[in-house]
T-cell receptor
Framework: GAGVSQTPSNKVTEKGKYVELRCDPI?????LYWYRQSLGQGPEFLIY????????DSGLPNDRFFAVRPEGSVSTLKIQRTERGDSAVYLC?????????????FGPGTRLTVL | DAKTTQPNSMESNEEEPVHLPCNHS???????IHWYRQLPSQGPEYVIH???SNVNNRMASLAIAEDRKSSTLILHRATLRDAAVYYC???????????FGSGTRLLVRP
């Protein structure tokens, strides 16, 4: 079956612009996660959705970052007033539920470059 | 969350077994030990997880020390496709998020 998909695969923007990154999870997965990966480092947790609600957004670096999942499926990560430090690969993952033993399935990521 | 220590890098020859160690001395009794790997230019993928007993699946084996302060991921016959960064991740029973360290970069020589 289809895995997690993310669009766009690459996004280049200018400092100060607004960007939206989209994640399509595996059908039926109630849990959805966003991570961010800077060059040479492991992924860093940003936010976790269980259904439509953000159960934990403690990883969002500041209020320029916001994510939604209005119908409990597709999610959009929104970044306002982008900064060069926001450049990274943004990864989305989904799982059947949030329990600790549930495997998370990752998408290929969106590479964001802020010039 | 438990801290992990993994070698920065390891090398192996193709078709040989590989033992990837992880130290997680601050692990709690209910933490599962998860392993994920990340191939170049891809998102991480699940490899295996366990709690106390050794575990096997089609990809690998996981050997967990009796005191649970360390574990070893075993690839029985490394292939070129196994070249990746391997992450050892203790995960609290109540936690939904993965906390990645720096991982071990595995190089497989043909």
């Amino acid at each position: 079956g289809a895995g997690v998909s993310q669009t766009p695969s690459n996004k280049v923007t200018e400092k100060g612009k607004y960007v939206e990154l989209r994640c399509d999870p595996i059908s039926g997965h109630t849990a959805l996660y966003w991570y961010r990966q800077s060059l040479g480092q492991g992924p860093e947790f940003l936010i976790y959705f269980q259904g439509t609600g953000a159960a934990d957004d403690s990883g969002l670096p500041n209020d320029r970052f916001f994510a939604v999942r209005p119908e409990g499926s597709v999610s959009t990560l929104k970044i306002q007033r982008t900064e060069r430090g926001d450049s990274a690969v943004y990864l989305c993952a989904s799982s059947p539920g949030g329990l600790s033993y549930n495997e998370q399935f990752f998408g290929p990521g969106t590479r964001l470059t802020v010039l | 969350d438990a801290k992990t220590t993994q070698p920065n890098s390891m090398e192996s020859n193709e078709e040989e077994p590989v033992h990837l160690p992880c130290n997680h001395s601050t692990i709690s009794g209910t933490d599962y030990i998860h392993w994920y790997r990340q191939l170049p230019s891809q998102g991480p993928e699940y490899v295996i997880h366990g709690l106390t007993s050794n575990v096997n699946n089609r990809m690998a084996s996981l050997a967990i020390a009796e005191d649970r302060k360390s574990s070893t991921l075993i690839l029985h016959r490394a292939t070129l496709r196994d070249a990746a960064v391997y992450y050892c991740i203790p995960r609290m029973d109540s936690s939904y998020k993965l906390i990645f360290g720096s991982g071990t970069r595995l190089l497989v020589r043909p």
